[in-house]
């Protein structure tokens, strides 16, 4: 049996998880914190934003659209997250992942996954089983039939 990984997620924590075979228990290899996931927007974008001076030039401005500063944390969180899964598909750690994690988390995770990860994906699910215990979220994954192979 290729031995699994199975990434639980949300913009705020991540829980990851593996096992050899279908049949085996979930064993926790570690949870990542990202507490800044959890604040809400007008603590995150407290400084007033900058002011953009005319040099009285006729050229038009070009301005980048606002992205804002919540989904730059999910992008950075996402991109953390991925270096670790790179890491491990390195190290040969692993040989199929499954990922679940909240909307729109996961839009932003699968993005930041490189084509090699990708390869390995087994089983996408739109669903947040952060804040559940192991064994909940067993009964969850076999709901979902993750991992069914």
């Known amino acids: 049996m290729k031995k699994q990984w199975i990434l639980v997620a949300n913009g705020s924590m991540a829980r990851l ?3 050899t075979s279908v049949g085996d228990p979930l064993v926790s290899l570690y949870t990542i914190d990202f507490p800044e996931g959890r604040l809400k927007g007008s603590e995150l974008e407290r400084d007033r934003q900058g002011h ?16 804002s500063q919540r989904s730059k944390l999910l992008h950075r969180f996402a991109r953390e997250l991925a270096e670790r899964l790179e890491d491990g598909l ?5 040989a199929a992942l499954w990922l679940t994690a909240s909307s729109p988390f996961l839009g932003e995770l699968k993005a930041a996954l490189s084509p090699a990860v990708t390869a390995r994906l087994q089983g996408v699910h739109e669903v947040d089983l952060t804040s559940l215990d192991v064994g909940a979220i067993e009964t969850r994954l076999r709901e979902l039939r993750l991992p069914a192979r």
């Open 52 to 67: 953009e001076s005319s040099d009285n030039s006729s050229a038009a401005a070009h301005f980048e659209p606002h992205t």
């Open 17 to 19: 998880f593996s096992r």
């Open 90 to 94: 390195a190290r040969g750690e692993y």
